[in-house]
Structures are given as C-alpha cells and as structure tokens.
C-alpha cells in the first residue's frame, strides 16, 4: 500500500508536552489539516484501542488517527534470539494488520501509531547503554562482535518512518556506534530508507512467507514478491539485509509453498546479498483473545491459524491463553523446514529456529 493508502491522518491525539516537543511539532507540521485532541497518557485512549467496532472500523482509526506521547520509562531488555537487547520503543502500534500480530493484544486490534517523542533521550539512553557493555567477548547467533539491538519490537519500523525522523535518528545513532548495531523486522518496503546511509550499523529482517499465506494473512503489508525483490537495493544502500521467515503456518502443502519461496529468493536476488544473509525461522503461536477477534472479521484466516488439534495451550501471565504447535508437531516442521532451506537456498545461514 502507499503511503496515502496508509495515512489520511484527520485527528492528532497528544499529549501536550509530546506535542510541545521538537518532534512532536515536525509530526503535527506534516499534517497541518489535522484536529490536535489533547489527552493525558497516550496509553489507553478510549476512542482508540480497544476491540470495539469492526475491521473497517480499526482500518479507519489506523488510518486517520496518531498518537503522540513520551516514553517515560527507559530500558534495553535482554533478548538473544532476534536481537542481544531490545531497545525502548520510538514508537507502539501499527498501521498495518496482520491477522497474527502480537502487538494488538495488549492494546486491541484497532491499534493506530503512536509516535514516542522524546527521541533525545532514548538515542541519549542507548548511547549509553551501549557504553556500559563495553566490547562483545563472545560471539553468538545474533552477531559475532556487534551487541544487536531490536528497534522495532512494538511497530513496523518502515511504517513508523512515514511518519517521523525518529527512524532517521536512530539509523544515524547506530550508524556511528562502533560495537553495537539496530535491527528490526518489516513487512513494508519504505524506499525513503534508502537515503538514511546505515553504513552497517542497521540490519533490516525482511519478513518473509509464501504468497498464498501472505495473502491471506499479511493484511495492507508490501506484497511478497516486491519485499524480496527490494532486498538488493538495501543492501546496496549499506543495510545488513537478514531474513525473518516467519510466521511458518504449518497446513497442507506448507512444505511445497516453501521449497518455491526459497527457491525465488535465491533466483532474486545477489550474490551481495547472499554473501551476508542469515535467517530467523519462528512458528506460528496464536492467541485465545486474537482467536476472538479475528472470527469477527477475518475467519479464513482462523482456518489456517487456529488449529487445536496441532496446537497446545499455556496460561500466559495475563490471563490469556496463547498456543503453539504441539511439541512434536513443532520439532517436525522446524527440522523440515531447515532441510528446505538446506535443499533451495544452501547459501542462508539460519541464525535460529523454534
Ligand atoms: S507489520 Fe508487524 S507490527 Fe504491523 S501488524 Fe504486521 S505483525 Fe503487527
């Protein structure tokens, strides 16, 4: 989708000192039609969040709603699989809508942007949480002598750069970290990521499934084919170009769907490429209350994600009830999947897979 299929942004809900600040004054200046809704937490905005309506409903709050508020608690939390820390958010919710997303789960499906403001203080936060790691002794899956840093656990990071320089500033802060890298993963080609000259310090994760699941699941995300056909001019433009297959929905037929996957981005795409891939393979986990959700207005999806007789369930924290494909359900699809990519597309490393 283009931007303006995105974005037709009529209401800007703000908290004032958000709205006072630097960047919240660029974001309110790029949509000078906007009505300004004053609020006092970017947090729980009635008219916003929350399940209430339908999926054309949610479409339009994600479409013509944003939100502007300060992150206020600062921390890098430890990760190790996609990233070696996870850094504080620049941004929270998602113009897009994937039937599968985690991040609607805390906050409800129609789940607009909000932009985090205060962009200083957390490049200023990560500056120095950088600092106090001091060199990387051992090297692990995620990067031999670079601490990695998620930048993009509760948004679509190429979205959020639609809409501010926050992505600019963080690609620049990385860009000069010697020892210390961002990453995030995406489903949205934003080609003005190009310009931002990571020099290495960004390592974008491409999203990637086969088109018939994609189609079916990735909801207003940039088409398969066009993510993987973008992949050479990131590298190109100094981005670390990684893959995050992911999710793997195990059906009928998965495995064929796959192997030609595989096999086209290998055709795709160059040896530039090829020489510095690695991949993430996650399977599908789901949720009871998303479950809920999506029989409202996206069922055909439910047909291929909610599968209990393949799945089995664990009480999460709040309450939820989160599945996963059975045990050794799990342990087969990840070890064919891996013979898939050791048959069509040798040349990627798989970082990790669960
Ligand atoms: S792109 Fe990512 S954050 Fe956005 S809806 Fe899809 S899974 Fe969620």
Known sequence: MSVEQLFDIRRIWAEPDALASPRGQQVALSFPDAEIVEVASHWNIEALHGNAGNVDRWVRVKTENLVLGEKKSLSARPNGRSADFIAPSTANGCALACAYCYVPRQKGYANPVTVFTNIDRIVRYLRGHV???????????????????????????????????????????????????????????????????????????????????????????????????????????????????????????????????????????????????????????????????????????????????????????????????????KARGVRELRALVERHAPWLRIRYAF
């Open 131 to 329: 600092r106090r790691q001091g060199p990387k002794t051992e090297p692990n899956q995620v990067h031999h002598t670079d601490w990695v840093y998620d930048i993009g656990e509760n948004s679509d990071v190429a979205v959020d750069a639609l809409l501010s320089d926050n992505v600019a500033d963080l690609v620049g802060c990385f860009r000069d970290l010697p020892g210390a890298r961002a990453s995030f993963a995406t489903k949205y080609v934003n080609r003005e990521l190009l310009g931002l000259d990571p020099q290495g310090g960004t390592r974008i994760r491409f999203s990637l499934m086969p088109e018939r699941d994609s189609r079916l699941l990735d909801v207003r995300t940039t088409p398969v084919a066009r993510r993987i056909a973008a992949i050479d001019d990131f590298v190109a433009a100094g981005y670390e170009v990684h893959l995050n297959l992911s999710p793997v929905v195990l059906r009928e037929g998965w495995q064929a769907d796959w192997a030609e996957l595989l096999t086209r981005i290998g055709d795709v795409t160059g040896p530039a490429f090829r020489a510095q891939a690695a991949a993430e393979v996650i399977l599908l986990t789901h949720n009871e209350g998303l479950h809920e959700v999506n029989l409202g207005w996206h069922p055909r999806a439910e047909e291929v994600l909610w599968r209990p007789a393949i799945q089995q369930g664990k009480r999460s924290g709040n309450g939820m009830w989160n599945v996963r494909y059975r045990d050794t359900v």
